[in-house]
């Protein structure tokens, strides 16, 4: 059974903090995927990645950046947490092919105090 | 740049009828088309697909979807709702970005009640 996995389902974190999101896929996609969801936002794209160590931007990148050193790994970084990062993140992965489904993980509800 | 639109944030229909969730894109080429639910606590799971062909697309769980290229909707529905099915759906598009590659944009989210 496919699965992707995020290291935390709840984190509370207090302004200013640098905070770490991490996400694995079993898989052996190529692509990953960081969205947060907020209510009535539906998912937004924070960043994807297509390859190790490539990344791109996507709709809402602004506080966040991510590393991808290993094709099984993607993290999410906050530099220094602000409140209104307070959302659920949500990891994906999908294989080489865009018309192919994307596979999301539990998700993080993340808590900036 | 693609968009997605679900107009309704709350549909509610009794258990045994049939139901329809709406969606409504834009994008730029050809359009992949998605539908993705999320039940309590869990994260999003892919239901059904539009990339070519057949406009009447099957999935999982007996959900349907009819894509229609001139009103450039994808509405999901199912003959027959059962209460299980109660749960957040999202319609997404993939579209390409700014760097060529595509993405998916998602709906703002529909949450389907199913009354007993």
């Known amino acids: 059974d496919v699965k992707v996995t995020q290291s935390s389902r709840y984190l509370v974190k207090r302004t200013g903090e640098k905070v770490f999101l991490e996400c694995v896929q079993d898989m052996d996609h190529e692509n990953m995927f960081w969205y947060r969801q907020d209510p009535g936002l539906g998912l937004r794209l924070i960043y994807f990645s297509y390859d190790v160590k490539m990344k791109e931007k996507g709709d809402i990148p602004e506080g966040y950046s991510v590393s991808r050193e290993k094709k099984e790994r993607f993290s999410l970084i906050l530099e220094s947490a602000s409140t209104n990062q307070t959302s659920m993140y949500l990891c994906a992965s999908r294989d080489s092919n865009s018309y192919n489904e994307q596979f999301f993980g539990p998700g993080t509800r993340l808590t900036v105090l | ?116």
């Open chain 2, 1 to 116: 740049a693609q968009s997605v639109a679900q107009p309704e944030d709350q549909v509610n229909v009794a258990e045994g009828n049939p139901l329809t969730v709406k969606c409504t894109y834009s994008v730029s080429g050809n359009p992949y088309l998605f539908w993705y639910v999320q039940y309590p606590n869990r994260g999003l799971q892919f239901l059904l697909k539009y990339i070519t062909g057949d406009n009447l697309v099957k999935g999982s769980y007996g959900f349907e979807a009819e894509f229609n290229k001139s009103q450039t909707s994808f509405h999901l529905k199912k003959p027959s709702a059962l209460v299980s099915d109660s749960a957040l759906y999202f319609c997404a598009v993939s579209g390409y970005m700014d760097t060529g590659r595509r993405a998916l944009t998602f709906g703002s989210g529909t949450r389907l009640q199913v009354q007993p």
